[in-house]
Protein backbone atom coordinates (compact mmCIF):
# COMPACT_ATOMS: atom_id res chain seq x y z
CA UNK A 1 0.00 0.00 0.00
CA UNK A 2 1.12 3.30 -1.00
CA UNK A 3 1.75 6.24 0.92
CA UNK A 4 1.23 9.79 -0.87
CA UNK A 5 2.07 13.30 -0.39
CA UNK A 6 1.92 16.03 -2.52
CA UNK A 7 3.77 19.20 -2.45
CA UNK A 8 3.07 22.50 -4.86
CA UNK A 9 -0.02 24.14 -3.58
CA UNK A 10 -0.04 27.97 -2.68
CA UNK A 11 -1.42 31.18 -3.88
CA UNK A 12 -1.04 32.83 -7.18
CA UNK A 13 -2.71 35.61 -9.19
CA UNK A 14 -5.25 34.42 -12.16
CA UNK A 15 -3.80 33.40 -15.05
CA UNK A 16 -0.94 32.05 -13.09
CA UNK A 17 0.70 28.71 -12.81
CA UNK A 18 1.49 25.74 -10.57
CA UNK A 19 3.24 22.60 -10.36
CA UNK A 20 1.83 20.06 -8.19
CA UNK A 21 4.07 17.07 -7.64
CA UNK A 22 2.74 13.57 -5.49
CA UNK A 23 5.10 10.92 -4.07
CA UNK A 24 4.26 7.82 -3.75
CA UNK A 25 6.33 5.15 -1.45
CA UNK A 26 6.20 1.94 -1.95
CA UNK A 27 7.68 -0.04 -5.67
CA UNK A 28 4.26 -0.53 -6.85
CA UNK A 29 3.96 3.29 -8.20
CA UNK A 30 4.13 1.91 -12.20
CA UNK A 31 0.85 -0.70 -11.42
CA UNK A 32 -1.38 2.38 -10.47
CA UNK A 33 -3.78 4.23 -12.35
CA UNK A 34 -3.25 8.37 -10.72
CA UNK A 35 -5.74 10.61 -10.53
CA UNK A 36 -5.87 14.38 -8.75
CA UNK A 37 -8.79 15.81 -7.55
CA UNK A 38 -10.11 18.89 -5.89
CA UNK A 39 -12.61 19.78 -3.35
CA UNK A 40 -13.62 23.51 -3.07
CA UNK A 41 -15.59 24.32 0.12
CA UNK A 42 -18.51 23.32 0.50
CA UNK A 43 -18.50 21.87 -2.66
CA UNK A 44 -18.09 17.71 -3.32
CA UNK A 45 -14.76 16.53 -4.10
CA UNK A 46 -14.65 16.25 -7.68
CA UNK A 47 -12.39 14.80 -11.23
CA UNK A 48 -9.32 16.90 -12.07
CA UNK A 49 -7.50 14.97 -14.39
CA UNK A 50 -6.04 11.08 -14.18
CA UNK A 51 -3.26 9.00 -15.85
CA UNK A 52 -3.07 5.37 -16.56
CA UNK A 53 -0.07 3.05 -15.53
CA UNK A 54 1.97 3.77 -18.74
CA UNK A 55 1.22 7.78 -19.18
CA UNK A 56 -0.47 7.09 -22.27
CA UNK A 57 -4.53 6.96 -21.30
CA UNK A 58 -4.90 10.63 -20.03
CA UNK A 59 -8.38 12.50 -19.05
CA UNK A 60 -9.14 15.52 -18.30
CA UNK A 61 -11.97 17.45 -16.05
CA UNK A 62 -13.75 19.66 -18.80
CA UNK A 63 -13.63 22.76 -16.80
CA UNK A 64 -9.44 21.84 -17.02
CA UNK A 65 -8.84 20.51 -20.09
CA UNK A 66 -6.31 22.56 -22.08
CA UNK A 67 -5.25 24.53 -19.10
CA UNK A 68 -3.78 21.36 -17.13
CA UNK A 69 -1.36 18.37 -17.71
CA UNK A 70 -0.74 15.38 -15.82
CA UNK A 71 2.47 13.61 -16.20
CA UNK A 72 4.01 10.67 -14.03
CA UNK A 73 7.62 9.55 -13.88
CA UNK A 74 7.49 5.89 -12.89
CA UNK A 75 10.75 6.00 -11.85
CA UNK A 76 10.51 8.57 -9.40
CA UNK A 77 7.51 7.37 -7.80
CA UNK A 78 5.53 10.65 -9.16
CA UNK A 79 2.95 12.55 -10.62
CA UNK A 80 2.64 15.88 -11.59
CA UNK A 81 -0.03 18.18 -12.23
CA UNK A 82 0.98 21.58 -14.37
CA UNK A 83 -1.65 24.00 -13.59
CA UNK A 84 -1.94 26.93 -16.26
CA UNK A 85 -3.84 29.86 -16.51
CA UNK A 86 -5.27 29.48 -13.48
CA UNK A 87 -8.73 30.72 -12.36
CA UNK A 88 -10.44 32.11 -9.11
CA UNK A 89 -12.81 29.00 -9.85
CA UNK A 90 -9.84 26.66 -9.38
CA UNK A 91 -8.93 27.33 -5.82
CA UNK A 92 -9.55 24.03 -3.68
CA UNK A 93 -7.54 21.56 -1.89
CA UNK A 94 -6.07 19.34 -4.80
CA UNK A 95 -5.63 16.05 -4.11
CA UNK A 96 -3.48 13.42 -5.55
CA UNK A 97 -5.00 9.36 -5.32
CA UNK A 98 -3.90 6.19 -6.44
CA UNK A 99 -5.78 2.84 -7.89
CA UNK A 100 -4.28 -0.62 -8.36
CA UNK A 101 -5.97 -1.59 -11.42
CA UNK A 102 -3.81 -0.15 -13.62
CA UNK A 103 -5.85 1.85 -16.04
CA UNK A 104 -8.16 4.95 -15.10
CA UNK A 105 -11.68 3.32 -14.59
CA UNK A 106 -13.84 5.69 -12.95
CA UNK A 107 -13.54 9.77 -12.25
CA UNK A 108 -15.58 8.40 -8.57
CA UNK A 109 -13.69 9.36 -5.85
CA UNK A 110 -14.86 6.68 -3.62
CA UNK A 111 -13.61 4.53 -5.79
CA UNK A 112 -10.23 5.17 -5.88
CA UNK A 113 -8.22 3.71 -3.00
CA UNK A 114 -5.19 5.33 -1.59
CA UNK A 115 -5.15 9.24 -1.39
CA UNK A 116 -2.80 11.83 -0.25
CA UNK A 117 -3.19 14.74 2.25
CA UNK A 118 -4.19 17.43 0.16
CA UNK A 119 -2.48 20.84 -0.63
CA UNK A 120 -4.19 23.62 -0.85
CA UNK A 121 -4.49 25.67 -4.78
CA UNK A 122 -5.89 29.90 -3.84
CA UNK A 123 -6.07 31.83 -6.99
CA UNK A 124 -6.50 35.04 -6.41
CA UNK A 125 -8.95 37.33 -8.97
Known amino acids: QGHLVETGGGLVQAGGSLRLSCVVSGSAFSTYAMGWFRQAPGKEREFVAG????????YYADSVKGRFDISRDNAENTVYLQMNSLEPEDTAVYYCAADPTMEVTTRVPARWDYWGQGTQVTVSS
Open 51 to 58: INWSGRSI
